[in-house]
């Protein structure tokens, strides 16, 4: 087995950096949490972050890609809602951009 080059060390101390701090992070939730108390109000929160998490992700996406983004979403979540699969949701999403972007759109 051969090291990497010495120009490489920066990348492999950055990726390595970086997966600490995603560690720490995660463990960083976890310990500020044990002191939250899980009041009703605070489990109807942590249910709902989920969702909020990918409203947040997914809207400027479908404003910055258009109107096919959009239809695409709604195709998506049509499928999940009917076949309860996420694969088939996920290749609905891709047809429906597919096709949009084919028709002009």
């Given at each position: 087995m051969t090291l990497p080059d010495p120009g490489s060390w920066g990348a492999l101390l950055a990726i390595a950096a970086m997966?600490?701090?995603?560690?720490?992070?995660?463990?960083?939730?976890v310990a500020a949490m044990s002191f939250v108390p899980l009041t009703p109000h605070v489990r109807r929160g942590l249910a709902a972050l989920p969702g909020s998490i990918v409203v947040a992700t997914v809207l400027p996406l479908i404003e910055r890609l258009g109107l096919a983004a959009g239809l695409a979403?709604?195709?998506?979540?049509?499928?999940?809602a009917?076949?309860?699969?996420?694969?088939?949701?996920?290749?609905?999403?891709?047809?429906?951009?597919?096709?949009?972007?084919?028709?002009g759109f």
């Amino acid at each position: 087995m051969t090291l990497p080059d010495p120009g490489s060390w920066g990348a492999l101390l950055a990726i390595a950096a970086m997966a600490v701090a995603t560690y720490l992070c995660r463990i960083a939730g976890v310990a500020a949490m044990s002191f939250v108390p899980l009041t009703p109000h605070v489990r109807r929160g942590l249910a709902a972050l989920p969702g909020s998490i990918v409203v947040a992700t997914v809207l400027p996406l479908i404003e910055r890609l258009g109107l096919a983004a959009g239809l695409a979403l709604l195709a998506a979540v049509a499928a999940m809602a009917v076949s309860r699969s996420e694969l088939v949701a996920l290749l609905t999403g891709m047809a429906a951009i597919s096709a949009a972007r084919f028709l002009g759109f």
